[in-house]
C-alpha cells in the first residue's frame, strides 16, 4: 500500500503573494524622467484676440547648433559655452545702447517706485536634427543661465541680493524687469557645417 503525501493548503499563500506584490509597489521608486522646465504662457481665452506681434530684426539673436553640434550665434562660431553666455548677456543688456542690438522700453512695474528699461530682445534658438541631446540641453542651459546673471545684475542693482534669494513677489518683478524671451523653431537642416 502506498502512503500518501500530505497536501499544502495553498489558499494563505495566493493572500501572501498578494501582499508582497503590494509592499513591493508601495516601497518601490520609479524613475522620473528629466526634462527641461518652462512655464509656458497660459492659454488665450475666446475673448482674447491673439495678435501677430511682428519683431524688428534687431531684436532677435538667432542662435543655432548644426548637426555636427557646432553653436552659432548670430554670425559668430562658439567655441567655448562661455562666448555664448557673454554674447547672450550683452545682447540682453546692449549696455553701449548699441543700434544692431535690441531696443529698450521704458517701463512702470508695480513694486519699484521708478521706470525701467527692459530689453525687447528675443533668442531663437534652432536644432539640426542631427543635434545631440546633449549639445541641445547644454545650450538651453546656457541660454538660461545667461538670463539669469541679467536677473542678477538688475536684483543686485535694485535690493543689494541675487535673484535667487528674493521672495516671490520680488522674483515676479525681475521677471517683469528681465523677461526671458526664448523661441525654439522646427528643427532643420542647417546648411552650416
Not at 62 to 80: L, N, P, T, Y
Amino acid at each position: 500500500m502506498a502512503k500518501k503525501t500530505p497536501e499544502i493548503n495553498g489558499s494563505s499563500l495566493a493572500d501572501i503573494a498578494f501582499i508582497a506584490l503590494i509592499f513591493f509597489l508601495m516601497v518601490t521608486t520609479m524613475d522620473q524622467e528629466q526634462g527641461l522646465q518652462r512655464r509656458l504662457p497660459p492659454m488665450p481665452t475666446d475673448e482674447q484676440q491673439v495678435q501677430d506681434n511682428k519683431v524688428n530684426r534687431r531684436n532677435i539673436i538667432q542662435v543655432k547648433v548644426s548637426a555636427q553640434d557646432r553653436v552659432f550665434a548670430g554670425d559668430e562660431v562658439i567655441v567655448e559655452m562661455s562666448q555664448l553666455h557673454d554674447k547672450i548677456v550683452e545682447f540682453l543688456t546692449n549696455p553701449t545702447d548699441d543700434p544692431n542690438l535690441p531696443e529698450k522700453q521704458e517701463k512702470e512695474i508695480e513694486g519699484l517706485d521708478h521706470p525701467c528699461l527692459v530689453s525687447k530682445g528675443v533668442i531663437s534658438l534652432q536644432n539640426d536634427r542631427g543635434t545631440s541631446y546633449s549639445k541641445y540641453i547644454e545650450v538651453q542651459n546656457e541660454l538660461v543661465k545667461a538670463v539669469n546673471t541679467v536677473r542678477d545684475q538688475f536684483s543686485m542693482a535694485e535690493w543689494g541680493i541675487k535673484y535667487s534669494a528674493l521672495d516671490e513677489e520680488r522674483q515676479d518683478i525681475v521677471r517683469e524687469a528681465v523677461p526671458q524671451y526664448i523661441s525654439e523653431a522646427e528643427p532643420k537642416d542647417t546648411k552650416r557645417n
